[in-house]
């Protein structure tokens, strides 16, 4: 029997029908009225091809309870544009009960770059019965320790819900799909950033101005603060397509 799924369970919470966990964030990246962008990245050890392998096969990794069958092996992804990211609901047939098998879109493919880029457009979840846009990014970039995934849904149109709550419980479930993914292909974890040198004790006496100016001169080290680290937005790793093709 087809259960009902912790993405009915969160639509019908936000239609104020009944409660509902949310699932651990990641980054909600911009949020306005009717709008949000969720945002998540991993590095994996594992080759841009499979990365690609796997995420165009979406049954392998993605969490069973946000699917409306109930089980991620019904999933299925055609890595062509205007391919479906699609879900087939088995037919049930036992004692006083048969149905017909059905299906769900999710998503529509509308970019398959091999190893390098994948882009669908569709509401997911919850926001399927809404009138809203949505278009999830997929990025794959090399780099050192392995293979960058960068993960952005963009979604925007009329809604009812309230834009915070919709885009917390939206968010939660992007990160814990690229949490199977990256879990599956062997998430790289991020290495503790080198503490910061211990100040230097300051001199017994003050020095002149003089003096300050002359330490400088003659080489003094100087501590710099260096920014915090963040990691290419989509469109960073979208730069690297354009200039393959230019």
């Not at 369970?9 to 651990?24: C, D, F, R, W, Y």
């Not at 109930?70 to 999933?75: K, M, P, Q, R």
């Not at 062509?80 to 699609?86: D, K, L, P, T, V």
């Not at 609901?89 to 017909?100: A, K, M, N, Q, S």
Request: some cysteine; glycine content about 6%; overall charge negative.
């Amino acid at each position: 029997m087809i259960r009902l799924t912790i993405w009915a369970a969160q639509l019908a919470s936000a239609l104020g029908l009944a409660a509902v966990a949310v699932p651990a964030l990641a980054e909600i990246e911009q949020i306005e009225e009717r709008r949000f962008l969720t945002r998540d990245e991993a590095v994996v050890s594992a080759s841009p091809k499979e990365v690609w392998l796997a995420l165009i096969s979406p049954a392998r990794w993605w969490n069973s309870a946000h699917t409306w069958s109930g089980d991620a092996t019904n999933l299925k992804l055609t890595p062509q544009a205007g391919g479906c990211f699609c879900e087939t609901i088995p037919e049930v047939d036992e004692p006083g009960r048969f149905t017909l098998e059905g299906s769900v879109e999710h998503m529509r493919v509308i970019q398959a770059y091999p190893e390098r880029a994948l882009v669908m457009r569709g509401a997911l979840g919850p926001l399927q019965p809404e009138p809203v846009a949505g278009v999830l990014t997929i990025a794959i970039s090399e780099v050192e320790e392995g293979t960058r995934i960068v993960w952005e849904y963009n979604v925007g149109g009329f809604m009812r819900f309230e834009t915070k709550a919709i885009a917390a419980a939206v968010d939660g479930v992007m990160s814990q799909q690229l949490a199977g993914l990256a879990d599956m292909l062997g998430r790289v974890e991020k290495p503790e950033a080198d503490p910061r040198p211990e100040p230097r004790p300051e001199p017994e006496s003050e020095p002149d101005d003089d003096s300050d100016e002359e330490a400088a001169i003659e080489g003094e080290e100087v501590i710099e603060e260096t920014p915090d680290e963040r990691a290419p937005s989509v469109e960073e790793a979208f730069g690297d397509l354009v200039e393959d093709e230019a």
